[in-house]
């Protein structure tokens, strides 16, 4: 599920995504609460991926890991995720916003 600020999710084809651009697009897909296989296939990603930065990510206090039962865990952004992403989400525009004759 992507919420609210998931319209942001905007790349240019054949460029690299940055550190930066993976965890927002994390934090938007965690903002209602998913599994890792969402989370993963909706911020376009690999499982090595999926590990380094969720761990990256709980172990700051930007997602918590919330389990459901004996077999099921979901991943849900804490009140600091949404903080850095709304962060995030402004950076981006300020740096988007700059005309492409001053870069």
């Known amino acids: 599920m992507i919420a609210g ?4 999710q905007k790349h240019i084809t054949g460029q690299r995504r940055s550190n930066i ?3 927002a697009d ?3 897909v965690g903002e209602n ?7 993963m296939y909706s911020a376009n990603m ?24 004996e077999n099921m865990v979901a991943y849900q952004v804490t009140e600091s995720g949404l903080k850095l992403l709304k ?3 402004s ?3 300020m740096l988007n916003s700059v005309p492409a004759s001053d870069q």
């Not at 600020?5 to 942001?8: D, P, V």
């Open 5 to 8: 600020s998931g319209t942001k």
């Open 87 to 89: 962060t995030i989400d």
């Open 46 to 69: 690999s499982f090595s991926q999926i590990q380094k930065y969720l761990k990256y990510l709980v172990n700051h206090g930007f997602i918590n890991k919330v389990n459901l039962d």
């Open 33 to 39: 609460g998913a599994g890792k296989t969402e989370i």
């Open 91 to 93: 950076l981006m525009d």
């Open 21 to 23: 651009e993976i965890i």
């Open 26 to 28: 994390m934090l938007r």
